[in-house]
């Protein structure tokens, strides 16, 4: 199971990369509206999300651990709470804009993405190569 959380994990951090630079593109077309496509892949990343919290979690009660080390317990606060917080804010953002609906997306995305992220480097090593190791690409 930790594999798969970590392999979520990483495709979490690519959904939102992804989202985010959609909503760039869009900008500068000088579209007003996301098209539908956008809208469902934020809404399954956001329930991506919520499973990897779960399975966090899981793991967690499982008595599996990040590991060792002063700032582990930020891999929680990354993972889980902090992201849910970005997506929640850019969904309300959009809500509030009468043009461009999807800068919300986008920017919520944007942070969501940097935390996402964050919280894989603090499961698996802050450089890329820590990255790729423990994502098993190299």
Same mark, same amino acid.
């Given at each position: 199971?930790?594999?798969?959380?970590?392999? !979520?994990?990483? #495709?979490?951090?690519? @959904? &939102?990369?992804?989202?985010? %630079?959609? *909503?760039?593109? $869009?900008?500068? /077309?000088? =579209?007003?509206?996301?098209?539908?496509?956008?809208?469902?892949?934020?809404?399954?990343?956001?329930?991506?999300?919520?499973?990897?919290?779960?399975?966090?979690?899981?793991?967690?009660?499982?008595?599996?651990?990040?590991?060792?080390?002063?700032?582990?317990? !930020?891999?929680? #606060?990354?993972?889980? @709470? &902090?992201?849910?917080?970005? %997506?929640? *804010?850019?969904? $309300?953002?959009? /809500?509030? =804009?009468?043009?461009?609906?999807?800068?919300?997306?986008?920017?919520?995305?944007?942070?969501?993405?940097?935390?996402?992220?964050?919280?894989?480097?603090?499961?698996?090593?802050?450089?890329?190569?820590?990255?790729?190791?423990?994502?098993?690409?190299?």
């Amino acid at each position: 199971m930790t594999s798969f959380h970590r392999y !979520l994990g990483a #495709l979490i951090v690519v @959904l &939102f990369l992804a989202i985010f %630079v959609s *909503g760039l593109v $869009l900008r500068l /077309l000088g =579209r007003s509206e996301a098209p539908a496509p956008l809208w469902a892949v934020q809404h399954w990343t956001e329930n991506l999300l919520v499973v990897q919290t779960v399975l966090g979690i899981v793991l967690l009660l499982m008595g599996r651990r990040v590991g060792a080390g002063p700032g582990v317990w !930020l891999h929680y #606060l990354y993972g889980s @709470l &902090f992201p849910l917080v970005a %997506v929640v *804010g850019g969904r $309300l953002a959009s /809500l509030r =804009r009468e043009r461009y609906d999807y800068l919300g997306l986008a920017w919520g995305s944007f942070f969501a993405l940097g935390l996402t992220l964050r919280a894989l480097q603090t499961g698996c090593g802050n450089d890329l190569t820590a990255i790729a190791l423990c994502l098993r690409l190299i």
